[in-house]
């Protein structure tokens, strides 16, 4: 008992005292991540945690960053995010989807704090929200799979059926059939973001199918491990997966999010920062093709990356007509564009894609 | 030597010595952990333990919290006291979600008093329903239960992630796997303005006093209690075990269903495809940490949900990563597990046998 009692006061004395450690150190601006996985993930979540590192590196004093990882998509996610908004945090980064509910609902509580929530569509004036274009890394590596592909039988393993990820899957195979009709890829649904053993189940699965490149839209780098046993070709999500798969890792298309979020951060310090809706890609390097391994073709290699310059540049779009769907007919005119809003809530397959959306 | 003696009766003593002893286990190892990874001990300690209850917030958000917790653990309990292992009230909670928020989107356009109650008895019939099955097979098929109702789990998950994903997507979600937000009649009451803390919160102590009737003054409650003492006196007395299955299995599901119908018209608000964090996983901690009985589930609730909060609040404001608060929180369990052995037995100073010579 007189332990118990002693360790209360210690407990109340060290309360005083934190509570003025706080108070001192009030002065940086203090930017909040929440992240959906673990920081070790070496996926999505580890790309978000690098963006964190480089905000802190590029602006040193001036800034004070928090995290807080594993966060479950539901109802703790706004507690958590409540806890960054009282506690002086003036911008925060909400990184996930399941993320935008509880978002907006702080957002519209604390009109003072700024939010910005990545891979929503719900915006606020201190609420915005940001995204990569992914496709464009997945139908530049479409481009190399499909030239590499012997048995034109290409594998994607993905996530959750939510527009990005059909968008993704759809640029890959549009990248392989541009330069080899006669792939296809079998796309195989995980239910999950992050969850090594079913991943490599998956990747053990297709390459029994025959299939020779996996790319897949989950994070860790379990497919890349197996694909290096059984000497197939791998492509990365995320992060630069090549230790992972020295001999098979192709390449990876990483999310780069430090550009953004030192922007953002430089934004809020000028007094400059407003509610916008970003979709950045190739041209903004928030997306990027990890080096190809060095025993890719170097034609391969180079088709590739010009594919990923004209991107760049805007000199090509990958969701260019004619596009058909699985049943053969044509959705999108040759020489038209999918409009940005009708990416944004893609869920039909293009052909040459085998599998399909649950529904 | 030390040495474990076992007592000839339970001590009542250490039944409220060894929590507190416990947590000073707890609070001495933990600022060792927090110090030796260097962040100082009894600042680390006070965010965890107290800074998480430092306003009416921080208090609301941890009874939201372990409301859940309570209400499953406390029926759970009844099963766990019967012999009857129910390790599926994450799926339960999961049917009971999914059987609420279909009544709530049939009557979106209805509102009316009559709504929020039709949605929660749904959510207890759903979570009741998918317990029977396990049930069933254990009663009609002899299937160990412990399997049965875990597996349901994973399917339960699939289902909610189907519905959401496909039939009852919302249209006006850019197809992202969430349901339309309830309406208004379909919401829980909030208790305080602005905070979360909805009314549901005053069913943890109603069940908790319903589980305590069942067992200590219901002729169920006596059944369980020998059935789970010794299988084979049960048929002696007159009655088999089937009632006790099939009601600790129903009734556990029905109130993990009732959980799962009140986190979706409470903090959450639709029906989206994670709505659990894992209580109904979580609740079986709280069932044992609270000796099956239900006043110490009900505090056993209150100390996983603050952990959980603490555990934020650390990464929060001090950077500690996840994995050292989930081996703190993982200390509490052990220490307050390890203590409850003081209950039943008593440590002797002793000299071994070889060396008495």
């Not at chain 1, 805007?314 to 990416?343: N, R, W």
């Not at chain 2, 917030?57 to 019967?82: D, M, Q, S």
């Not at chain 2, 369990?333 to 046998?353: E, G, K, M, Q």
Request: charged content about 15%; hydrophobic content about 50%.
């Amino acid at each position: 008992m007189k332990i118990t009692r002693r360790a209360g006061l210690g407990l109340a004395l060290a309360m005083g005292l934190f509570g003025a450690t706080q108070a001192l150190a009030a002065e940086p601006l203090k930017v909040g991540f929440v992240y959906v996985g673990p920081i070790g993930d070496h996926g999505y979540s580890y790309q978000h945690e690098q963006g964190r590192l480089a905000v802190e590196k590029h602006f040193g004093d001036k800034v004070k960053t928090t995290y807080v990882e594993n966060v479950p998509e539901g109802a703790d996610a706004e507690r958590v995010i409540r806890q960054l908004a009282s506690s002086g945090h003036e911008l925060i980064f909400t990184t996930s989807f399941g993320f935008m509910n509880p978002t907006a609902k702080v957002a519209k509580q604390f009109p003072k704090v700024k939010f910005e929530h990545a891979t929503g569509y719900m915006r606020a004036p201190n609420l915005a929200t940001y995204m990569a274009r992914f496709y464009e890394g997945r139908y530049a590596s479409g481009v190399a799979a499909g030239r590499l592909t012997k048995s034109n039988k290409l594998g994607y393993i993905a996530s959750f059926p939510i527009p990005e990820v059909v968008r993704g899957a759809n640029a890959f195979t549009l990248g392989a059939r541009s330069v080899n009709p006669k792939a296809e890829v079998r796309v195989v649904w995980v239910n999950s973001w992050y969850d090594p053993g079913k991943e490599r189940e998956a990747a053990e699965a297709l390459m029994a199918q025959g299939v020779d490149v996996i790319a897949q839209h989950t994070d860790s780098a379990a497919p890349v491990q197996a694909a290096e046993e059984k000497g197939v070709w791998a492509i990365g999500q995320a992060s630069d997966m090549s230790r992972f798969g020295a001999k098979s890792h192709l390449t990876a298309i990483i999310d780069d999010w430090s550009g953004y979020y030192i922007a953002r951060v430089q934004a809020v310090l000028d007094g400059k920062w407003t509610s916008t809706d970003t979709w950045d890609g190739f041209d903004k390097d928030m997306v990027r093709l990890a080096p190809f391994n060095p025993s890719t073709p170097a034609a391969v290699r180079d088709e590739a990356l010009g594919v990923e310059r004209q991107i760049k540049e805007h000199k090509f779009h990958p969701f260019t007509g004619p596009i058909k769907d699985q049943s053969g007919k044509e959705v999108v005119a040759a020489g038209q564009i999918v409009p940005d809003s009708d990416l944004l809530k893609m869920n039909w397959f293009v052909e040459g894609v085998v599998g399909s959306i649950p529904k | 030597m030390l040495r474990l003696e076992l007592r000839p009766q339970a001590s009542r003593t250490m039944t409220f010595v060894a929590p507190l002893l416990a947590i000073a286990a707890t609070v001495a190892a933990g600022g060792v952990l927090f110090a030796a990874l260097g962040f100082a001990p009894l600042p680390a300690l006070a965010t965890f333990f107290l800074s998480p209850l430092g306003d009416l917030y921080g208090v609301t958000e941890w009874l939201l919290k372990a409301t859940p917790l309570a209400i499953i653990a406390c029926a759970l309990a009844l099963g766990f006291r019967g012999n009857v292992w129910n390790i599926g009230a994450e799926g339960q909670l999961i049917a009971g979600a999914i059987a609420a928020g279909g009544t709530a989107l049939a009557l979106y356009e209805v509102s009316g008093l009559w709504v929020l109650p039709t949605v929660l008895l749904a959510g207890v019939v759903g979570g009741a329903a998918w317990a029977a099955i396990p049930a069933l097979l254990r009663i009609r098929f002899h299937a160990n239960e412990i399997l049965t109702s875990l597996m349901l789990n994973y399917v339960a998950v699939l289902l909610l992630a189907w519905l959401v994903h496909g039939p009852w997507r919302s249209p006006e979600g850019y197809n992202f796997p969430e349901t339309r937000m309830f309406t208004d009649s379909a919401l829980m009451p909030l208790l305080v303005e602005g905070m979360r803390l909805h009314v549901g919160v005053l069913f943890a102590p109603l069940v908790a006093v319903v589980a305590w009737v069942i067992l200590s003054r219901s002729f169920l409650g006596f059944q369980i209690k020998v059935i789970g003492m010794t299988p084979a006196a049960g048929s002696y007395a007159g009655f088999g075990p089937n009632r006790v299955i099939a009601f600790t299995l129903m009734f556990g599901g029905g109130m993990a269903g009732l959980a799962g119908a009140m986190e979706i018209t409470g903090p959450i608000g639709q029906l989206v495809p994670t709505v659990s964090p894992g209580y109904g996983y979580t609740a079986i901690i709280a069932a044992f940490l609270g000796r099956l009985h239900p006043i110490g589930i009900l505090l056993a609730a209150l100390l996983l949900a603050l952990t959980y909060m603490g555990g934020d609040a650390a990464q929060i404001a001090l950077g500690v990563p996840l994995a050292v608060t989930q081996v703190f929180q993982g200390m509490i369990l052990f220490f307050l597990l390890a203590a409850d052995v003081l209950i039943r037995y008593r440590v002797r100073l002793s000299l071994p046998h070889g060396a008495r010579r």
